[in-house]
Structures are given as structure tokens and as C-alpha cells.
């Protein structure tokens, strides 16, 4: 799991997400007893804008990621501080020169 499917656990009742994790997938087939296997695949993605108010890329993204339109303009104010803060966790970014 990723650590944005952690962004999406976490905040999921906030954002109204009806994002899929790997977790969740993972969750249900252990449930059911169904074998699988699984393969892991790096993915990424430039955030920087996200932490620029204003910056329209940056709220796109964030738009995106939480898929709330607007997201910076209608979520409440602790809402976008734990998102931001949780996207700068080492399981969602990495700092880059």
C-alpha cells in the first residue's frame, strides 16, 4: 500500500472518497480466502505546486487527489492542514534538488 491509499484511509470519511486501495483489495481477498499475488510498481508524481496557495496546478492536484472540486477553497481549514501536512510524510513525497 501506498502512502497515498494512507491519505485516502485517513481522510476518506472527510474527503467522501470512494477510492479503492490496495489494502482494501488485499483486505477483501484475504476475507473470501481468494489466493493472489502481488506485484509492487513505483509511481510518481511532482506535488511541489500543491504547496503554493494560489498556484493553479497545484490546485488541480489537489482537487484531484482528494477528488473534492475546489478543494483548497471549500475544505475546511483543519482538513487542508492534515492533507497537506500528511502529503508531506515520507510515504507520500520525497525531496528532491
Known sequence: ??????LWRRYRDQVHSRCVTTADI????DSK???YRSHRFASS????ECFTPGDEKG???LDFLTEILEFSKSARPELKV???EML???GCSREVD
Open 1 to 6: 500500500d501506498s502512502g497515498w491509499g494512507g
Open 45 to 48: 508524481i511532482d506535488i511541489t
Open 59 to 61: 490546485e488541480l492536484m
Open 33 to 35: 480466502g481468494i489466493p
Open 26 to 29: 488485499k483486505s477483501f481477498l
Open 88 to 90: 508531506k510524510q515520507p
Open 82 to 84: 492534515g492533507v497537506l
